[in-house]
């Protein structure tokens, strides 16, 4: 379906606003859909996202700067992030000891059990919305997004 047809827009639009429609709408759908996946997790499309950033640290601990930078949505406020997953005992937070202003967070195993269970659920919601595209057609959609976002 045409963003136009979307938005039920009968005035003719640029381009470059259409492009931006698009992604914003394209995005708000991806997020409702992924948000369905964690819903029965209690947990946000941000909290996944720090639980996997731990995850990659496999096992050494991160401080809130190294998250931060790291997270998708850099305005998410990343100590209550951690704060949400510190009460679920996904992740542990400790007062480094060299370093006594800085904070490390590490996930906790069952933190990592939630991944495990998340992982297929979650690879499969990125298939489904590539299925329409040919492998050249992703690699193409990356590489333009990448372009168009990298200004």
Do not use: W
């Not at 429609?21 to 946000?44: C, G, H, R, W």
């Amino acid at each position: 379906m045409k963003i136009e047809d979307v938005i039920k827009s009968t005035v003719p639009m640029e381009n470059s606003k259409k492009i931006i429609l698009n992604v914003m709408y394209t995005q708000n759908i991806l997020a409702e859909k992924f948000n369905e996946i964690l819903k029965p997790y209690d947990i946000s499309g941000e909290q996944y996202n720090v639980l996997r950033i731990l995850r990659g640290q496999k096992g050494n601990p991160a401080n809130m700067c190294v998250i931060q930078e790291r997270m998708l949505a850099k305005t998410s406020n990343t100590t209550r992030l951690v704060d949400k997953l510190l009460l679920k005992e996904f992740v542990t937070r400790e007062v480094c000891p060299e370093n006594r202003r800085k904070i490390e967070v590490t996930i906790t195993q069952k933190g990592l059990d939630v991944l495990k269970e998340l992982d297929p659920k979650v690879t499969e919601h990125e298939i489904a919305f590539s299925k329409n595209l040919t492998d050249d057609e992703i690699v193409v959609l990356n590489q333009l997004l990448e372009k168009y976002r990298n200004q």
